[in-house]
């Protein structure tokens, strides 16, 4: 049975949580919120540009990773990546200091998947149909960071 866990957090408690599992295993949860005191903006494992595809931070198996939307328009690209076929991705951002929105896209280019609010989170629930690589962005929906 094969599971991918990825997950990394942002300042002010900005937190992302791609989880992929095959359809045969349960979904894993692994978040667990900051400590009392928030990320510090500019210890960004991810440093900037990386809002494209060829920029994207990977995100291994169990790794955490800092990321910041630092000015209106900037988006932040990370790549995971699928193993097998029909794969179940969960991405959620359960805390922003603004209103962000997360999308999924294929190694084409494709917007496969889009946020949707659930509570105060950002929600994403595919199912991938190959294995490859696989591109989640995060960026600001209102211009707030």
């Known amino acids: 049975m ?5 997950r990394f957090a942002a300042a002010a408690a900005l937190a992302i949580i791609p989880t992929l599992a095959s ?3 349960a979904p894993v949860s692994a978040y667990s919120p900051p400590a009392s005191s928030p990320a510090v ?3 960004d494992v991810c440093p900037e540009p990386n809002d494209t595809f060829q920029a994207a931070c990977y ?3 169990d790794s ?3 990321g910041f939307i630092s000015r209106p328009n900037d988006v932040d690209a990370y790549r ?5 076929f029909n794969t179940d991705v969960h991405v959620e951002m359960p805390t922003m200091p603004a209103p962000y929105k997360v999308s999924l896209a294929n190694w084409n280019g494709d917007v496969i998947a889009t946020s949707t609010r659930q509570g105060s989170s950002e929600v994403i629930d595919t199912t991938v149909d190959i294995p490859g690589a696989y ?3 995060v960026h600001s929906a209102g211009g707030g960071f």
């Open 2 to 6: 094969w599971s991918h866990l990825a």
């Open 23 to 25: 359809p045969a295993s």
């Open 41 to 43: 903006r500019g210890n």
């Open 59 to 61: 995100l291994g198996r």
């Open 64 to 66: 955490d990773a800092l």
């Open 80 to 84: 995971i990546e699928v193993y097998d």
């Open 135 to 137: 591109y989640v962005f």
